[in-house]
């Protein structure tokens, strides 16, 4: 398995979709009861090849308005939902 597909899988995503509409991405994931974002970032920060691949991204990536220095994902509030 790739190590970035194996270090997310690792972090308790069981399953992620990301879209993009011209520069702007947007993520969906499911996870299991380990998953947290703070666990994440620490796996992140100390795994070498994912932070070879965050710097990659940073080439493709734009941070948004609100987005704090470094962020490049933020979380969303649901203002919407068909089925519920």
Known sequence: MKP????????GITSMEIYRCDNRL???MDTDDSFSFERK???D????????WETLMWKFQ?????ARPGEKWVLMDEIF???S
């Open 81 to 83: 939902k068909l089925n």
């Open 26 to 28: 947007f993520m969906i």
């Open 62 to 66: 734009q941070p948004l308005k609100n």
């Open 45 to 52: 920060a100390a795994n070498e090849k994912v932070q070879e």
């Open 41 to 43: 970032a620490a796996m």
């Open 4 to 11: 970035i597909k194996k270090s997310i899988l690792d972090s």
